[in-house]
């Protein structure tokens, strides 16, 4: 009598055990999303040079992850990246610190979502450095 009363309670456990056990093997790792390795990023190299922008515009996409490596080769001079909604620049997108050359800094940060063409400027040169910001 003892020994069948022990054996009913062994039966719970075995199936409490089997259906953790099963649980563990259908669990597998959720991957954690990166906002930087998503499939909007983009890299651009700008250089200043001469007072001048190398470019003078610049196309992403919609909600691209930017990354801007500006490489300011006019010695002595500062100069910076300035991204606006509009060439009115009242509206900042991102504001680049500004950098004296010989120097390299780099921009992260996210474009607009809505397609646009949008202003980059010099901060310190606003009227000669300038070009446009295109968001597609
Ligand atoms: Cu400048």
Same mark, same amino acid.
């Given at each position: 009598m003892l020994h069948k009363r022990s054996m009913f309670a062994l039966i719970p456990l075995v199936i409490l055990v089997a259906f953790f056990a099963g649980c563990a093997a259908k669990t597998t790792p959720t991957p954690t999303p990166s906002p930087s390795t998503g499939g909007n990023a983009i890299t651009i190299t700008v250089t200043a040079a001469g007072m001048a922008f190398d470019t003078n515009s610049i196309l992403v996409s919609a909600g691209a992850h930017v990354t801007i490596t500006f490489q300011n080769n006019d010695n002595g001079i500062p100069h910076n990246m300035a991204f606006y909604t509009?060439? $009115? $620049? @009242? @509206? /900042? /997108?991102y504001q680049g610190a500004r950098t004296t050359g010989v120097s390299t800094v780099t921009y992260t940060f996210d474009a607009p979502t809505t397609p646009g063409t949008c202003f980059f400027r010099c901060d310190v040169h606003p009227t000669t450095m300038t070009g446009s910001f295109i968001v597609q």
């Open positions: 509009s060439a $009115a $620049a @009242t @509206t /900042i /997108i």
